[in-house]
């Protein structure tokens, strides 16, 4: 997923939050060292953290055609793999201890 454009050209809704002083403090200072308006630092690190949650979805709904599709493909018999069967032999780099 991308980063979601926030230009002030195009914002037209308006969110609004509540936050203790040491939140608002601790993200003003953020955003200044980031160089970015605090509206700025706000929404894309709440955008980046949206998408973060939406990608880590672990359920997906897919329609009749699309669900037949994958069983199709999940229950097609198993072909030998050169390539998978060379790269499962060797051992993972962070094991190589």
């Given amino acids: 997923m991308t980063a979601i454009a926030t230009s002030p050209a195009v914002r037209s809704a ?11 403090a601790v993200l003003r200072r953020a955003a200044d060292v980031a160089h970015k308006s605090l509206t700025d630092f706000i929404l894309d690190s ?5 998408e973060q949650t939406l990608l880590d979805q672990r359920l997906f709904l897919v329609s009749g055609s699309q669900g037949q599709a994958l069983m199709a493909l999940l229950e097609r ?16 780099p962070w094991d190589s201890k």
Avoid: H, I, W, Y
Wanted: glycine fraction near 6%; charged fraction near 30%; proline fraction near 6%.
């Fill in 14 to 24: 308006r969110l609004g939050l509540r936050a203790t002083p040491e939140q608002e």
């Fill in 46 to 50: 709440a955008c980046r953290a949206a």
């Fill in 77 to 92: 018999p198993v072909q030998f793999n050169e390539g998978l069967r060379d790269l499962f032999s060797r051992k993972a």
